[in-house]
């Protein structure tokens, strides 16, 4: 098996054609999207079935008593029932790819329900190549989601895709990675007064952060408490200028297998200069701008940061990681400095 990133192939253990085992994956890469490929990549060869498991994080307030829900399985809110409109049961369409100037193919997409809610969307993709056939899978699920929503004002997201072969063997899983249960102690608990009040709401978006598995708003999240940290710290360095026995500890991006997989020329470096020279120009900004005049298109009027790309997803994935790490410990830091020179 191939993984992405290279370094952690032993937290990984395929079980069959269709099951990878995951086991004591570091923190860093739990929450993160991740590519797990089966088998050697140079041995895939299409046509490839790629498979869009449905999700909606609605469904914790599902009263599941008409429907048997796995989420594992998928999960919609959209009736459908396979014998219903035969009309559904296999669509066809033309595409070129990667550009209007290549060859006309033709992809086959179906739908797949259990107990009468869509779980599914499949796309048969006449490829030989998986990384194409993925990105036009992708860039077309997200494209009929889209166009639901919009039609049905219900949620609808990706809970993760699989692409396959034509006889049903797994090749490539692309999801985010799960997180693992914890120990609770009672320090968990108590902390709660030791926090000051001006640093609550950094952990209530730090909390907001965690809690959702879209990495942009993850981002946006991640990046406002760090506005609001650094006016934090700010004021309280203006309250200690005078004490010679105060020293700001310096937070900086690690050095771990996860950074030296995505952030390399990073590593050592301060956390304000991975903010300033990397996530506010290269996400933030386009991001939170969604007009002409900000740079958020390209030449082309086409969305720098699309959210049907996959790979743009992974890496913004893999930017959250080093911020939940590195903000958690900025956050942490400057509970004990007003702690211990009482300015809570």
């Known amino acids: 098996m191939e993984y992405r990133p290279v370094n952690i ?3 990984f253990e395929k079980i069959d054609d269709r099951t990878i085992k995951i086991s004591d994956l570091p923190l860093e890469f739990q929450g993160s999207i991740m590519t797990l490929d089966f088998d050697d990549v140079g041995t895939y060869n299409g046509p ?3 498979k869009c498991f449905l999700a909606s994080e609605f469904l914790i307030y599902f009263n599941d008593f008409e429907h048997h829900v796995n989420p594992w399985d998928g999960f919609s809110h959209l009736l459908f029932h396979e014998q219903s409109d035969s009309r559904l049961n296999e669509i066809s369409f033309e595409y070129r790819y990667p550009d209007d100037k290549a ?4 992809a086959t997409i179906e739908l797949k329900s259990i107990e009468g809610l869509l779980r599914s969307i499949v796309m048969t993709i006449p490829e030989d190549n998986v990384d194409y056939a993925l990105d036009i899978a992708h860039k077309t699920f ?3 989601l889209d166009s639901i929503c919009l039609r049905k004002r219900i949620p609808i997201q990706i809970q993760r895709i699989e692409v396959l072969t034509n006889t049903g063997r797994m090749q490539r899983s692309y999801m985010p990675m799960p997180y693992a249960p914890v120990e609770l102690d009672v320090g968990d608990i108590i902390t709660v007064n030791l926090i000051p009040q001006v640093l609550r709401p950094c952990l209530t978006l730090y909390r907001e952060a965690i809690n959702s598995c879209n990495p942009y708003y993850r981002l946006l999240c991640l990046y406002r408490i760090s506005e609001r940290l650094r006016e934090i710290q700010t004021e309280n360095v203006k309250k200690l200028k005078r004490d010679p026995s105060f020293k700001r500890p ?3 991006i690690p050095d771990n297998d996860f950074t030296k997989t995505f952030f390399k020329k990073y590593i050592g470096k301060s956390l304000n200069n991975f903010l300033d020279n990397y996530v506010k120009n290269e996400y933030r900004n386009n991001i939170s701008h969604f007009a002409l005049g900000k740079g958020s298109f390209d030449a082309n009027r086409n969305m720098k940061l699309p959210p049907a790309d996959n790979m743009i997803n992974s890496s913004v994935a893999a930017t ?3 911020l939940i790490d590195t903000i958690n410990v900025a956050i ?5 400095i007003m702690k211990n020179y009482h300015l809570a």
């Open 250 to 252: 310096s937070i900086v």
């Open 332 to 336: 942490k830091e400057e509970i004990n």
């Open 320 to 322: 959250n990681a080093v």
């Open 9 to 11: 192939e032993n937290h």
């Open 48 to 50: 490839f079935v790629v």
């Open 103 to 106: 060859d006309l193919h033709r």
């Open 142 to 144: 997200i494209g009929i």
